[in-house]
């Protein structure tokens, strides 16, 4: 038996650049997908507030590309003009597929904020950005760091989405790896097929009952374990599926994973996500509102 | 003439019978019901235009189109429309049309002409070629090959740019210098061991170490600014490569489909081109395909008009594949102009009405192009633009759809301009002769366009020989109409009752509709009472019931007599009265009514005081006809002395105005009778128009003006005196009906052919008229000298008045 993790939300983290459509939509899809709740998690890091205290402090706008005092009112005021219209889009989206939606702005640093909202029943999406100085530079590395490090299963959306359709791939390092039973659910939901790819070596009468319970169709391909350490070998190996999702095991890729998954998203195109092991740490409860936990008020 | 007429009236003898209704002659042939009867195909009697038809039909010449005149009807269009597919049968089957996109110049939709039937091949190849590439296209983007050609150059622009940063990143971190992210772009901070440097603790430090890191951050501001100033640069670049995979990658999606739809339809150069230019546009396009990133979903399509790929369609205008393979004829009865020229269709999408080539619907002019193209003149005449734009098309030889609203400069919708299909059509219209002939004095155009003149008779010879043709005739309509069979006497019925319609015993209507209608009448009587075979009763029955539904008008006329309302006597005699007679037709159905005429004379000018003319109840026909007698009245009488006379003249209980000098006899006998105070007799009735030398000419309706009279004597009780005066010339034209010559068979009733006023005023007063004798004078006891001695006491009269003497005892009559 595998272990099969009861999701309830999928969050949705977003910080002080106006995410883009297309993720928003691509995240409520999701979630009405496997019929769990949407959450938006903007997250309002008070050290982002610093570069405006500082004296001669300027910042350059990408809009008509020119340097502006970086004055601390309007600073906050962006801040809270992107808190808006990332709440605004949500809504709208969540509306327009039926979804069910709420939307929390939490003002902590990035980690702790992760840390203290996400538990073991959500999903995070992390959604690369387009810009590549983005994702260089804070608080985009910090954000995803913060996501792999939280109690949650983590979806990393890359930059470029090869397709909507096709098979569900399961990454399994055991015959008990969590990330079977989820991806099970998700190519059930979807109406696909499921793939697993078997990097252990799997006793040959003793067939894992947990993919194809679903009455989803299974492949399986067997892959050596220290095939997950080398992504690029890892993706010239699942080459030619064609598939719409990866579901891998965090630490599947070596310890502490690094920024392979992130790497395997963006070579594949499609999709990753990152399910957490079993035995993980036990969340914190579920219903508690986040910033009562952070013990601050809520802005939005 | 009158100087050779009869002294008195003794000639005036009644019509024989014989006279009165010509029974039909049917000896030449020999049947007993009209299925024994060889059926007539086609027209009878209308030699004359079928040759015109031929005509027009064989000359291939601009603008030998027909103008069809004469009596409408479905039969004869009908008949026509035979004859004209006739002559399509030796024409070429008409090329099919298309529209299909522009992509150069979308709002000038291109026509393409293909052979017969092929349009649909190419619809159809065109429908394949869209659904393969539907599939092909997203399915080439999607493969690997394409999406690591495109990962590469993401990666590649990613690369770049990431670098630049990392380079940035890297030389600030040296100095102790962030980059960090705004809502709205990017800011450098500086720094310890990664993390920024609380503001308090940076506004701690010394000003010339604050100064320093200043002037470091405005360094490193010179390097972000560089590098975001090259992102467009690298973002074109990245654009113009993946729009170069794009290009081939589409191209060689395309390519293969391609090459079907010409193996299937590329004989035809002007498809072949169009198939290069669609090549062109889907690669150009291929977003539609695959989706604005060429990795997303194709756009969705479906039938709705303005689907991303309606651009690919064929618009199949006209096609062989509707028709039979030989040159079309086609009737149009609503011929409006975008009925006539074809219309572009709009819709309304998000509140705007757009269109584009799909909406283009072809006109009649496009369903007949090649063939014949059969119009009511009438029709066409009253629809706005039709008739114009008809002549425009025949005159350039090519079809222009054009926008009604945009004629009328009410529409600022934009709107296509398709290309003009060239025209090659026969046009042949339908009109009554007076519908043509006003025509022809107002647009002289009219000849340019229609040279052939096909004009219908209205009726034929009516011998032995055409009463056999008409009877087979007969014989042919009930059987296409599947009618019942008809009897020998039925037949002779319907025949004679075609005289009647002709108006004329020695004719025979070609009005076949009608006859056509009194066939399914009479088939329909011939149900009610059970018979196999229609009966002259069931003609008769027919015929009288089609009177009696459009009688009610009759009825209430013959009433208001027959109650005294309007007073018509039809006994004694009076001076100065006679019963006119005039037709009222009203609705299709014409009856006779007697109308009282009244004459007042004095002694005066010379003048004929028409009092219908002057309260304007008369028409100009009628004025003439009483101004007529005036030049009578003075070439008789007034041959020495001025005429010194004033009459008046009137139709009395006429309240609807009169036209027509059918009573003008009726008002010189009048007339003559107020002057010579004789009375004229009042169980007669009178028609006829005079000449000035007393000549009764013919009028028309006179069968239904003399049953008109017979049904009020009738109803009142035949006396065997009542009759009616008719002109000699209509004798011709009796075909009285059954009750009628059964009352002038027994004697109650009598027809009296008039040829001069002598003669009527002779029967009506029952006085010779006279004759000068060699002493100039009319004879003692005439009515003429009656008449001349007056009019010399009229001048005497005023001769006297002109002394200032007296005289005004005889100013009355």
């Given amino acids: 038996m595998t272990a099969r993790i009861a999701y309830k939300r999928v969050v949705m983290g977003l910080h002080q650049s106006t995410p883009d459509r297309t993720t928003v939509r691509l995240a409520a899809e999701f979630a009405g997908l496997l019929r769990l709740d949407l959450m938006g998690l903007f997250i309002e890091d008070p050290g982002m507030l610093a570069p405006a205290q500082r004296p001669g402090a300027r910042e350059f706008q990408l809009l008509g590309r020119r340097w502006r005092p970086l004055e601390p009112q309007s600073l906050t005021r962006d801040i809270e003009l992107c808190a808006l219209s990332a709440r605004r889009m949500l809504d709208e989206t969540a509306k327009t597929l039926g979804v069910p939606s709420r939307f929390e702005v939490v003002r902590a640093a990035l980690r702790e904020a992760m840390k203290a909202v996400s538990q073991a029943s959500d999903i995070v999406i992390i959604a690369e950005p387009h810009n590549p100085a983005e994702r260089a530079i804070a608080p985009f590395p910090q954000l995803v760091k913060a996501a792999f490090e939280s109690a949650a299963t983590v979806l990393y959306l890359p930059r470029r989405i090869a397709r909507a359709r096709g098979p569900v791939v399961a990454i399994a390092t055991s015959p008990d790896d969590p990330s079977l039973a989820t991806a099970e659910t998700i190519a059930a939901a979807a109406q696909e097929s499921l793939i697993v790819i078997e990097a252990f070596k799997r006793e040959a009468e003793a067939a894992p009952d947990s993919a194809g319970a679903a009455g989803i169709p299974v492949a399986r391909l067997s892959v050596a374990r220290s095939a997950l350490g080398d992504i690029r070998s890892l993706s010239s190996a699942i080459d030619g599926l064609r598939e719409r999702m990866i579901v891998v095991t965090r630490g599947a890729f070596g310890e502490g994973d690094g920024d392979k998954p992130a790497a395997l998203a963006a070579l594949q195109s499609v999709p990753l996500l990152l399910v957490e092991p079993a035995g993980a740490p036990a969340s914190e409860p579920a219903n508690e509102p986040a910033n009562e936990r952070l013990g601050r008020p809520e802005t939005a | ?813």
């Fill in chain 2, 1 to 813: 003439m009158a100087e050779n007429a009869p002294e008195t009236g003794e000639n005036a003898t009644p019509l024989p019978i014989e006279r009165l209704y010509r029974a039909a002659d049917l000896s030449k042939l020999d049947f007993k019901t009209t299925a024994d009867l060889e059926p007539v195909e086609g027209l009878i009697g209308q030699s004359r235009a079928l040759d015109a038809i031929t005509v027009g039909t064989g000359i291939v010449r601009q603008g030998f189109n027909l103008f069809a005149i004469g009596p409408a009807g479905a039969l004869t269009r009908k008949a026509v429309e035979q004859v004209l597919k006739e002559a399509a049968e030796d024409r070429p089957a008409p090329t099919d049309w298309v529209y299909v996109n522009n992509f150069k110049e979308p709002q000038k939709p291109i026509a393409i002409a293909l052979p017969a039937g092929r349009a649909a091949q190419f619809r159809d190849a065109m429908g394949e070629l869209i659904e393969a590439l539907k599939a092909a296209i997203p399915a080439v983007f999607q493969s690997e090959e394409y999406q690591t050609r495109r990962g590469s150059i993401d990666e590649a622009f990613q690369k770049q740019q990431s670098e630049a940063f990392a380079e940035l990143q890297k030389k600030a971190a040296a100095q102790s210098i962030v980059i960090v992210r705004t809502p709205l772009g990017f800011t450098l901070m500086p720094a310890r061991e990664g993390e920024v440097i609380p503001p308090n603790e940076f506004n701690a430090l010394p000003e010339d170490e604050r100064d320093k890191i200043q002037a470091v951050i405005e360094t490193l501001e010179k390097d972000l600014e560089h590098i975001i100033h090259q992102i467009p640069q690298w973002e074109k670049e990245r654009r113009d490569e993946i729009r170069r995979v794009n290009t081939e990658t589409a191209q060689v999606a395309v390519e293969q489909p391609i090459a079907e739809a010409v193996q299937k339809v590329g004989d035809i150069e002007r498809v072949a081109a169009h198939l290069d230019a669609v090549q062109a546009d889907l690669i150009e396009n291929i977003s539609i395909f695959v989706g604005q990133a060429g990795g997303g979903e194709p756009a969705e399509s479906g039938d709705m008009i303005g689907g991303p790929f309606d651009r690919y369609e064929v618009n199949v205008l006209v096609s062989a594949e509707a028709g039979d393979g030989r040159a079309p004829v086609i009737e149009e009865l609503h011929p409006t102009l975008p009925n006539l020229t074809g219309r572009i269709e709009h819709i309304a999408r998000q509140g705007v009405l757009i269109t584009n080539f799909r909406l283009i619907k072809p006109g009649a002019l496009h369903m007949a192009n090649g063939g014949y193209l059969m119009l009511d003149a009438r029709s066409l005449l009253t629809e706005a633009f039709s008739y114009q734009a008809l002549k425009r098309a025949l005159r350039q030889k090519k079809i222009v759809i054009e926008d009604v609203s945009r004629l009328v400069g009410m529409s600022s919708t934009i709107s296509l301009e398709p290309d003009p299909i060239p025209l090659d059509v026969k046009v042949v219209l339908f009109g009554d002769r007076v519908l043509y002939y006003m025509l022809s004095s107002i647009d002289p155009e009219i000849g340019e366009h229609f040279k052939v003149v096909a004009d219908f008779e209205d009726d034929f010879e009516r011998s032995p020989e055409n009463e056999a043709i008409l009877a087979r005739f007969v014989a042919s309509i009930l059987a296409r109409e599947e009618l019942k069979a008809m009897d020998r006497d039925a037949v002779a019925l319907v025949l004679e009752h075609a005289s009647r319609l002709a108006e004329n015993a020695g004719k025979l209507t070609l009005m076949v509709d009608e006859i056509r209608d009194i066939l399914a009448e009479a088939d329909y009587w011939a149900g009610a009472e059970t018979r196999e075979t229609v009966a002259r009763a069931d003609v008769r029955k027919a015929l009288d019931e089609r009177i009696r539904r459009a009688a009610r008008l009759r009825d209430r006329s013959q009433e208001m007599i027959l109650d005294k309302v309007a007073l018509i006597d039809t006994d004694g005699a009076r001076v100065g009265q006679l019963n006119g007679l005039s037709v009222l037709s009203l609705g299709g159905f014409a009856f006779g009514r007697p109308s009282r005429i009244t004459c007042q004379v004095t002694p005066g000018s010379g003048k004929v005081v028409d009092i219908e003319r002057e309260v304007e109840l008369g028409g100009p026909i009628h004025s003439k006809g009483v101004l007529i007698l005036a030049g009578f009245l003075s070439g008789r009488f007034a041959l020495d002395i001025p005429m010194s006379l004033s009459a008046s003249l009137v139709f009395e209980q006429s309240y609807g105005g009169v036209e027509g000098d059918s009573a003008s006899s009726a008002e010189l006998y009048t007339l003559l009778s107020a002057i010579a105070e004789i009375p004229l007799r009042q169980d007669l009735a009178v028609t006829g128009s005079v000449n000035q030398h007393g000549d009764v000419q013919a009028i028309g309706g006179a069968n239904d003006k003399i049953e008109g009279f017979f049904d009020i004597c009738n109803a009142r009780g035949l006396t065997g005196s009542q009759g009616v005066l008719i002109p000699e010339a209509n004798v011709r034209h009796l075909m009285l009906r059954d009750d009628v010559v059964e009352a002038c068979k027994a004697g109650r009733f009598a027809v009296y052919p008039i040829a001069t006023i002598d003669q009527g005023i002779a029967l009506l007063t029952g006085r010779p008229a006279g004759t000068r004798g060699a002493d100039g004078r009319y004879p003692d006891g005439s009515v003429y000298r009656a008449v001349e001695d007056r009019l010399q006491r009229f001048a005497e009269i005023r001769r006297s008045f002109g002394r200032g003497g007296e005289g005004g005892s005889e100013a009355k009559s």
